[in-house]
């Protein structure tokens, strides 16, 4: 069995057990419409399941999610104006070509890359999941944010993780990390996602934890 996935959200500075209490109850929502959007599309039952909520200091997120410098496979997915942020679904090499491998219904074994089909496979993975953390978070803040098409990058994700962290530091000093299991017949697959809201969207989070909670203000 493969390791769990892990799921990354950064959040404004509050007390840590309030926050992450509050911020489980929107990311479980959004991995229930995950699982049966991924379900439906695939035509087969997805399991995911939210196992972990916790926080941690950027200085420790590379190493608490075990992160290398090696090859790597990111889906991202930007938020339009003026509530921006991105959605970084991340994978290592390994697990990624086994997703599209699945996805695509590909009986080649090439280490050489993804073929068209395969990328499609794993940015239609992106936009699945990225729409469920959208939906859930526009519930949570009460305002409808939209999210743009996503894209692939090929990369070292140790390297464009800590540089997409590295803007974060003068906003938070720490991550929220949730874990996730990704279950079906074939296996389990790993990856997490990197949420980071940018500015007005971590304040609109600020004034919903307030309101759900008020004696984190």
């Not at 280490?111 to 993975?125: H, Y």
């Not at 803040?141 to 996503?150: D, G």
């Not at 997409?164 to 996730?180: G, K, Y």
Request: a negative charge; one cysteine or more.
């Amino acid at each position: 069995m493969r390791k769990s996935t892990a799921h990354t959200c950064t959040l404004p500075p509050a007390p840590k057990a309030e926050s992450v209490a509050l911020f489980a109850q929107m990311l479980t929502s959004a991995t229930r419409e995950a699982s049966i959007a991924m379900s439906r599309w695939i035509g087969t039952v997805v399991d995911l399941s939210l196992e972990e909520v916790r926080a941690v200091p950027l200085a420790e997120v590379a190493t608490t999610l075990d992160l290398e410098a090696v090859p790597s496979v990111l889906v991202i997915v930007s938020l339009r104006p003026p509530l921006s942020g991105d959605i970084i679904l991340y994978f290592d090499l390994e697990n990624a070509r086994e997703l599209a491998k699945q996805l695509a219904g590909s009986t080649s074994s090439s280490r050489q890359g993804f073929n068209d089909l395969e990328q499609s496979a794993l940015l239609e993975t992106g936009n699945i999941l990225g729409c469920a953390y959208v939906n859930a978070l526009s519930r949570m803040i009460n305002h409808e944010l939209i999210p743009i098409a996503p894209w692939l990058v090929f990369d070292l994700a140790e390297s464009v993780i800590e540089q997409a962290l590295a803007q974060q530091a003068e906003r938070s000093d720490s991550v929220i990390v949730s874990r996730t299991r990704f279950r079906r017949d074939e296996g389990d697959l790993s990856w997490f996602v990197l949420f980071l809201p940018g500015p007005s969207l971590q304040q609109a989070m600020k004034h919903s934890l307030r309101a759900s909670s008020p004696h984190l203000g």
